[in-house]
């Protein structure tokens, strides 16, 4: 079972986050970035998910700059509150948070990134601006807006082939921009797809996701 922690960004600023370690030997280590809606239930099971894997996790609460303890429901007034969230901390911030999230795994081996919905566009700007393992990166919609910027590091990225939330134009944007960056798209599923906790959940996308996550980590995070 993981546990709440407390770490502390290169600027002085505290938040809180949430830790799970593998019952075993560790592999490696792995950053990941939240949802809209907070570390809540689901981003915590994610964290135990890639910890029974063998991976060392920390995910990081990147709202706590604004608001602590943030955990909105999967509604509408949970995205109108999150995207508000969103907008106040801004792209740098979180940088500064996944960067002391990551020096706090360096002792369970390389540090690898997911992220998912805003966290996939956070989770790639990760692998464009700090020095990390390999980034995976899902239904990151906003991604299209920084295509100026480049991965340092080895990344795939996960799309749903259905529904408005990633408009196909835009996906094939981020395609073209990166034609060296494996880019899945997973027929019948849409934005959310790998989140049980939501309408859009489709099982068999999430674990084809999961699938290629995992061999991602394990070439990247000996």
């Known amino acids: ?36 809606f907070g570390v809540n239930a689901h981003i915590r099971d994610v964290c135990e998910r890639f910890s ?21 429901d999967y509604d509408e007034a949970g995205v109108t509150e999150g995207r508000a969230l969103v907008g106040g901390v801004g792209w740098d911030a979180p940088m500064r948070d996944i960067q002391a999230a990551a020096k706090a795994l360096r002792t369970d081996g390389k540090v690898g990134v997911v ?3 805003w966290g996939g566009t956070v989770a790639w700007l990760a692998g464009c601006r700090l020095d990390v393992a390999c980034v995976s990166a899902y239904y990151g919609r906003q991604i299209v807006d920084f295509t100026a910027e ?9 799309f749903g ?8 134009e835009n996906v094939e ?34 674990e084809a996701a999961l699938r290629r996550t995992l061999a991602l980590f394990a070439e990247h995070l000996k």
């Not at 259905?162 to 408009?167: K, L, T």
């Open 52 to 72: 029974a894997s063998g991976y060392a996790t920390i995910a990081p609460a990147l709202f706590d700059r604004l608001r602590p303890g943030v955990e909105l």
């Open 150 to 158: 480049k991965p340092r590091c080895p990344s795939i990225l996960h």
């Open 1 to 36: 079972m993981g546990e709440n922690i407390r770490l502390r960004a290169e600027d002085g600023v505290a938040f809180g986050a949430w830790r799970a370690d593998p019952a075993g030997p560790t592999r490696g280590a792995v950053v990941v970035v939240q949802e809209v």
């Open 115 to 117: 992220g998912y919905c």
């Open 173 to 206: 944007k981020v395609r073209t921009a990166y034609p060296n960056v494996p880019l899945y798209l997973y027929d019948g599923a849409g934005h959310g797809f790998n989140c049980d906790r939501r309408a859009d959940f489709r099982p068999a996308a999430a």
């Open 161 to 168: 082939a259905r529904g408005s939330a990633d408009p196909a």
